[in-house]
T-cell receptor, first 115, second 112 residues
Framework: DTGVSQNPRHKITKRGQNVTFRCDPI?????LYWYRQTLGQGPEFLTY??????LEKSRLLSDRFSAERPKGSFSTLEIQRTEQGDSAMYLC???WGTGGGETQYFGPGTRLLVL | GQSLEQPSEVTAVEGAIVQINCTYQ??????LSWYQQHDGGAPTFLSY????GLEETGRFSSFLSRSDSYGYLLLQELQMKDSASYFC?????????????FGTGTRLKVLA
């Protein structure tokens, strides 16, 4: 069990550019979550996969955000035409569950700075 | 809608006991989780309450009252390393979809 990993750990980009982040969950976990966290706030839910199916996407997420989990293993989160307001820590978490309330294991996050 | 409330900051001295409260409003409630996050680090799981009552894990205990939509995290024998942010999180359903909602966090400062 190597834990949840995320790449890159840091990303600096200019406004208007596209960025893509990768998350590798714990191998046997069927659920994968993306969150966004800004300073002094709790993680804000973005989207959630069970295996390869994207089951929920936050209404707060604009059409510039898209996520995939093509084979039910790793996941990517893409932000198109980045804006300064997108600057945040992007966290990925994975879990094993079929109901609710299971333990989520978080990765170290990708810190995005949009200039 | 869904919401959680917890104090923004708590200060205590080493060796003391501190309680961090969390009240929530959500539909389709499954349970209440607690996570710890050190500055610059990722949230790590501390405890989960799916049923009413107290769950104990070492120096940490967590309590849930579903009828009161209330829970708390109890930290005993505080150590300097416990200085961190603590988040309560509920798993609930809203408009037919399920997701985790995190509180804004309680920053715990442990003083020597």
């Amino acid at each position: 069990d190597t834990g949840v990993s995320q790449n890159p750990r840091h990303k600096i980009t200019k406004r208007g550019q596209n960025v893509t982040f990768r998350c590798d969950p714990i191998s046997e976990h069927n659920r994968l979550y993306w969150y966004r966290q800004t300073l002094g706030q709790g993680p804000e839910f973005l989207t959630y996969f069970q295996n390869e199916a994207q089951l929920e996407k936050s209404r707060l997420l604009s059409d510039r955000f898209s996520a995939e989990r093509p084979k039910g293993s790793f996941s990517t989160l893409e932000i198109q035409r980045t804006e300064q307001g997108d600057s945040a820590m992007y966290l990925c978490a994975s879990s094993w569950g079929t109901g609710g309330g299971e333990t989520q294991y978080f990765g170290p996050g990708t810190r995005l700075l949009v200039l | 809608g869904q919401s959680l409330e917890q104090p923004s900051e708590v200060t205590a001295v080493e060796g003391a006991i501190v309680q961090i409260n969390c009240t929530y409003q959500t539909s389709g409630f499954y349970g209440l989780s607690w996570y710890q996050q050190h500055d610059g680090g990722a949230p790590t799981f501390l405890s989960y309450n799916g049923l009413d009552g107290l769950e104990e894990t070492g120096r940490f205990s967590s309590f849930l009252s579903r009828s009161d939509s209330y829970g708390y995290l109890l930290l005993q024998e505080l150590q300097m390393k416990d200085s961190a942010s603590y988040f309560c999180a509920v798993y609930g359903v809203n408009s037919g979809t399920y997701k985790y909602i995190f509180g804004t966090g309680t920053r715990l400062k442990v003083l020597a």
